[in-house]
T-cell receptor, first 115, second 109 residues
Framework: SAVISQKPSRDICQRGTSLTIQCQVD?????MFWYRQQPGQSLTLIAT?????????ESGFVIDKFPISRPNLTFSTLTVSNMSPEDSSIYLC????????????FGPGTRLTVL | AQRVTQPEKLLSVFKGAPVELKCNYS??????LFWYVQYSRQRLQLLLR??SRESIKGFTADLNKGETSFHLKKPFAQEEDSAMYYC???????????FGTGTLLAIQP
């Protein structure tokens, strides 16, 4: 398994500002993903964070709004840029270790409220 | 289109009664199906996956390709089973997960 931490655990931000969320894993992993869970809804994949190259974004999500970094095999950041109240969500990081069995482990999430 | 459907937002059953959480999927290839669970104040975690064909905490799920279903079952519900359950599928080279909307399972004493 993999132990994942996220910072911050929650934040309240003003409209128009940006927030960077960090995801740290206790071991090297092959894949890292960022999901969003809007209030009362399911998890939606934002992007796959690729080590050493640009992230792969899902339909409806763009790099200018959600820039992602992955400088190494244990760390990634997601920035929510120019925030609006519609960005209020839980943002989750997940990882897939090098076991090759497609199992993903999830972080505790970051609860973001935009006023 | 790839999609996972969980028709029930809330399922309430009495302790000791059987449980069935429904999941249907739409996928053009051969997906891998999962059930994830989130207990109160805990993070999302994998409960079981179809390729393992194992029982976890008394839960089982069989992939029915004809009906494109992956329903989660348990013969006798326990109070500690109360949680949010998400069905998910993974397919293709990227292993990204597509989640259903989730079912809140509430076990009544």
């Amino acid at each position: 398994s993999a132990v994942i931490s996220q910072k911050p655990s929650r934040d309240i931000c003003q409209r128009g500002t940006s927030l960077t969320i960090q995801c740290q894993v206790d071991s090297q992993v092959t894949m890292m993903f960022w999901y969003r869970q809007q209030p009362g809804q399911s998890l939606t994949l934002i992007a796959t964070a690729n080590q050493g190259s640009e992230a792969t974004y899902e339909s409806g999500f763009v790099i200018d709004k959600f820039p992602i970094s992955r400088p190494n095999l244990t760390f990634s950041t997601l920035t929510v840029s120019n925030m609006s109240p519609e960005d209020s969500s839980i943002y989750l990081c997940s990882v897939e270790p090098f076991t090759g069995n497609n199992e993903q482990f999830f972080g505790p999430g970051t609860r973001l409220t935009v006023l | 289109a790839q999609r996972v459907t969980q028709p029930e937002k809330l399922l309430s059953v009495f302790k000791g009664a059987p449980v069935e959480l429904k999941c249907n999927y739409s996928y053009s290839g051969s997906p891998e199906l999962f059930w994830y669970v989130q207990y109160s104040r805990q993070r999302l975690q994998l409960l079981l996956r179809h390729i393992s064909r194992e029982s976890i905490k008394g839960f089982t799920a069989d992939l029915n390709k004809g009906e494109t279903s992956f329903h989660l079952k348990k013969p006798f519900a326990q109070e500690e089973d109360s949680a949010m359950y998400y069905c998910a599928l993974s397919g293709g080279a990227t292993n990204k997960l597509i989640f259903g909307t989730g079912t809140l399972l509430a076990i009544q004493p």
